[in-house]
């Protein structure tokens, strides 16, 4: 089926630090998505990304839609402790919305 | 400000019982899902549904069916319980806006299912 590669898995950074993950597909996407979940809930959509290009900010979290549509980054500016979490990218295909398997972001005291 | 609930937060079973996963969501969402969530694979799509008592399955469909009498109202359903689906269950609803663009996708907090 379709998949989303996303990296890395799992990132361990020093709080204040920036942050850079991305996703890739084999296929075209017309529409990226960045959600978190924190633990033990449910993921929640952080950024939505609509057009090849686009850049989109949402406070310290900013998100790109690849040039090519079968790419997309988040970045996470001066990290903070509550930025803990799982981050997943996704894509609607059809009827259904495909996820990645998520990098898990661990801060450091 | 609830949008998308599910009947328990944690459920323990035993092998061979039958199992009911409720969601409800209340923003008049065509399309529900129903997703597990297990360490290293990610969100798994086990059903969806995009309207009443109509189903499609997902990735990993066997051993799970699925229920959508009403609009707001998708379960899931485990016929006999097995150690294997120990996992997180995450439901989900969203619908298309106006515009054509894809709109929020609300997940529920998810259930968290030991099978014995």
């Not at chain 1, 379709?2 to 529409?31: A, K, R, Y």
């Not at chain 2, 409720?22 to 529900?32: A, T």
């Not at chain 2, 990993?60 to 069916?65: A, D």
Request: charge should be neutral; aromatic fraction near 12%.
């Amino acid at each position: 089926g379709q998949q989303l590669n996303q990296s890395p898995q799992s990132m361990f950074i020093q709080e204040g630090e920036d942050v850079s993950m991305n996703c890739t597909s084999s296929s075209i996407f017309n529409t990226w998505l960045w959600y978190k979940q924190d633990p033990g809930e449910g993921p929640v959509l952080l950024i939505a990304l609509y057009k090849a290009g686009e850049l989109t900010s949402n406070g310290r979290l900013t998100a790109q839609f690849g040039i090519t549509r079968k790419d997309s980054f988040l970045n996470i500016s001066a990290s903070i402790p509550s930025d803990v979490g799982i981050y997943f990218c996704a894509g609607p295909r059809d009827d259904k919305i495909i996820f990645g398997k998520g990098t898990r972001l661990h801060i450091l005291p | 400000d609830v949008k998308v609930t599910q009947s328990s937060r944690y459920l323990v079973k035993r092998t061979g019982e039958k199992v009911f996963l409720e969601c409800v969501q209340d923003m008049d969402h065509e399309n529900m899902f129903w997703y597990r969530q297990d360490p290293g694979l990610g969100l798994r799509l086990i059903y969806f549904s995009y309207d009443v008592k109509m189903k499609e399955k997902g990735d990993i469909p066997e051993g799970y069916s699925v229920s959508r009498e009403k609009k707001e109202r998708f379960s899931l359903i485990l016929e006999s319980a097995s150690t294997n689906q120990t996992s997180m269950y995450l439901c989900a609803s969203y619908s298309f806006g106006t515009s054509g663009r894809h709109t929020e996708q609300f997940f529920g907090p998810g259930t968290r299912l030991t099978v014995l």
